[in-house]
T-cell receptor, first 112, second 112 residues
Framework: GQQLNQSPQSMFIQEGEDVSMNCTSSSIFNTWLWYKQDPGEGPVLLIALYKAGELTSNGRLTAQFGITRKDSFLNISASIPSDVGIYFCAGRIRNTGNQFYFGTGTSLTVIP | ETGVTQTPRHLVMGMTNKKSLKCEQHLGHNAMYWYKQSAKKPLELMFVYSLEERVENNSVPSRFSPECPNSSHLFLHLHTLQPEDSALYLC???????????FGQGTRLTVV
């Protein structure tokens, strides 16, 4: 299957710091999704992106659909302890059907 | 009431047992999915159903058998599993196949 390279794999940050993570692929995507998964729970959709260059915010979260269509970025501003969790990107490849491919996740730890 | 509900939340089974995982969605969606989540690996799509018909089966061993009696319910029947099948099994639904998916909380399966 398609491989999405998500980085970094893990992050340890102080409360109040900003966070950036990204997802890249060699394929062109027509949709990017960002999910957050808390321990013992299923992933929860944070942001959906549908157009190259699109920038979408959800509270302190901002995600962008890369202009090359091969990457996406997620930023979290002024992190708080409840931001702890694993963040996944998911992408759907143009012209190849409807399956979403998932990244391996970025594990975020926020130190109070 | 959550949108996608999975039961049980935890399951321990022997390799000769037969068990079933259940998923129910209350979102009025037409598509339902089973994913497998193993440590350090991307989510793996197992099965896709659209309007109760299986539309995708990603080379999943026959010891996993899905059933979709109606658009709100999805089952995963398990038989003669292996220890390497231990994982978090996630159910998801979307309005149509290829739309953004909403996940249940998952069933943590341990095969002993």
């Amino acid at each position: 299957g398609q491989q999405l390279n998500q980085s970094p794999q893990s992050m340890f940050i102080q409360e109040g710091e900003d966070v950036s993570m990204n997802c890249t692929s060699s394929s062109i995507f027509n949709t990017w999704l960002w999910y957050k998964q808390d321990p013992g729970e299923g992933p929860v959709l944070l942001i959906a992106l549908y157009k190259a260059g699109e920038l979408t915010s959800n509270g302190r979260l901002t995600a962008q659909f890369g202009i090359t269509r091969k990457d996406s970025f997620l930023n979290i501003s002024a992190s708080i302890p409840s931001d702890v969790g694993i963040y996944f990107c998911a992408g759907r490849i143009r012209n190849t059907g409807n399956q979403f491919y998932f990244g391996t996740g970025t594990s975020l730890t926020v130190i109070p | 009431e959550t949108g996608v509900t999975q039961t049980p939340r935890h399951l321990v089974m022997g390799m000769t047992n037969k068990k079933s995982l259940k998923c129910e969605q209350h979102l009025g969606h037409n598509a339902m999915y089973w994913y497998k989540q193993s440590a350090k690996k991307p989510l793996e799509l197992m099965f896709v159903y659209s309007l109760e018909e299986r539309v995708e089966n990603n080379s999943v061993p026959s010891r996993f058998s899905p059933e979709c009696p109606n658009s709100s319910h999805l089952f995963l029947h398990l038989h003669t599993l292996q220890p390497e099948d231990s994982a978090l099994y996630l159910c998801a639904s979307s309005q149509e196949t290829g739309d953004q998916a909403f996940f249940g909380q998952g069933t943590r399966l341990t095969v002993v």
